[in-house]
């Protein structure tokens, strides 16, 4: 592949710290459980003090919520459970008005199958909306087999005795995947993306994205095709026109305004990523890659520092040259952060926290910071069934139990990796609910809020939260930290994960310490005489050139001189 030096050109929304709202947990400002967008506007004041930059709220359409609002049952109308047209006005101008730019969830691999669309594509082969949706008549068979993440059995055609045919779903049967192929469904769709900016969108969040194209003829796979994460991909997604439908949104919406779109999954290469961002493309802005969450195998099989290091440096070596990344730890489809990859003991949460938002902020490419990571929130760690209320954790325990697998070890992983972990309510203060709500909430709050919240931390100048708005500023002030290039520093390192970041005569160097003991790492010879610009410790100690850092220390350093 041609390389050009494009990735190192300097666009608004590569230098954007973007903090990503999950609605329905962020806060509710009418006491019913459910956070809201009202709540969201009475918190503006306190995001614009995170430092952040931009804001991109998961979906808020209306909808039937069988997958927390991922269902989109009416792409101009808000959920009556978040509130109203007024309010998103509101909001949005309470963003811009602190020169904070809003981030759209677009949905449109899918929609609900309560969706007007559907129901009326559903109703007939002769009606006007029937190519809205995959369909496959029954009398020539049932199709072959594509994967659901969602569905009970993992199958992605559902029956419909009412026509007498399936149509597919790659998430939840209550999800139905349009038909792409159809230009009056992209019509549709980029009617609906000029209704969204019109109103100020800045930008868009493409859910699922890489599924959009299929081959509607629907072949057989190839033999010994699994559904594990690379077959699903690679057989799934990226399909034939793919790029032809991108090309024609940046034509006919993306191009018209000053705007970017971001790609959730990027195929299943490098090429598959360039293929999607570079700018000679004229498609996408920004990858937002899953290899970084995906490190290691589950509980049996956890991931290692040299796997975490490996993961991202080849994404940024390949992007060093040309298109953008995405850099991120924690979203709302995967455990928190801190419990992730960090320690999130009562000894060591706080300091690997700020550990892990110091690589969050310092590396290249755009970062996306999840609601709560900020504070240090952790995983509720569920222990039975019943406490769960993710689609994919109560329809992933049916296939386990009809599958025979062994259900203790099966529950064990779901405690740890389930999307619940991520959305339980945001821990405000110490009262009842965590400040949440008046309510009891619509999922359970970590019971560590009264001492993780964020009353408690404003007050504390060494906080997670005061750490990170350090780190936004410094983010912010230091193009390095944006537009540098990255290398590693002793990256056998089995302890230290260490990367310089440097720009025309500026060299920094990033030191994260991923143990709970102390370690070693010996300062290069560039870096024997620095400055001292980040730190999550009080001090840094040196001895003959060495710095010994503590447990999960993240120190930020600039050569000097």
Known sequence: MAKSKTSSSKKWWKEQIIYQIYP??????????????????????YIKSLGVTAVWVNPFYASPNDDNGY??????????????????????????????????????????????????????????????????????????????????????????AHTDAYYLHYFSAKQPDLNWENPEVRREIYDIMHFWVKKGVDGFRLDAFQFISKDT?????????????????????????LHDHIREMNKEVLSKYEVFAVSEGVGSSFEDAHSLVDEDRNELQMVYHFEGVEVGNGLDDPHTLADFKQVHSKWEASFKDNGWISIFLANHDVPRMVSRFGNDSDEFRVAS?????????????????????ELGMKNIYFQHISEYQDI????????????????????????????????????????????????????AVNQDYKEVNVAAQETCPDSVLNHFRQLTSLRTNNPVLIYGTYQQVDKDNPEVYAYSRTLDSQVWLVLLSFVETDSIFQLPDNMQSFEIQGNNYSELRINDGR????????????QKG
């Not at 699903?232 to 034939?240: F, Q």
């Open 392 to 443: 994919a954790a109560k329809n992933g325990y049916k296939k386990a139990l009809s599958e025979g697998r062994d259900m203790k070890k099966f529950m064990q992983n779901l405690s740890f990796y389930s999307r619940d972990n991520s959305r339980t309510p945001m821990q405000w203060d110490n009262s009842e609910h965590a400040g949440f709500s008046s309510d009891l909430p619509w999922i």
């Open 217 to 241: 003829s629907f072949p057989p796979f190839p033999k010994g095709y699994q559904n594990n994460v690379v077959d699903v991909i690679k057989h799934h997604g990226m399909g034939p026109t």
């Open 547 to 558: 710095a010994k850092l503590k447990a999960y220390q993240a120190v930020v350093l600039s």
């Open 71 to 160: 269902d989109i049952s009416d792409y101009r109308k808000i959920m009556d459970e978040f509130g109203n047209m007024d309010d998103f006005n509101e909001m949005i101008k309470g963003f811009h008005d602190r020169d904070i730019k809003f981030v759209m969830d677009l949905v449109v691999n899918h929609t609900s199958d309560e969706h007007e669309w559907f129901k009326q594509s559903r109703s007939s082969r002769y009606n006007l909306y029937r190519d809205y949706y995959h369909w496959w008549p029954a009398e020539n068979g049932k199709p072959n087999y594509r994967f659901s993440y969602f569905d009970e059995k993992g199958d992605a055609w559902k029956y419909d």
């Open 24 to 45: 329905r947990s962020f806060f509710d400002s009418d006491g019913d459980g459910i956070g809201d967008l009202k709540g969201i506007i009475e918190k503006l004041d």
């Open 353 to 373: 926290s700020k550990m892990l938002n110091t690589f969050l902020l310092t590396m290249r490419g755009t970062p996306y910071c999840y609601f709560g990571d």
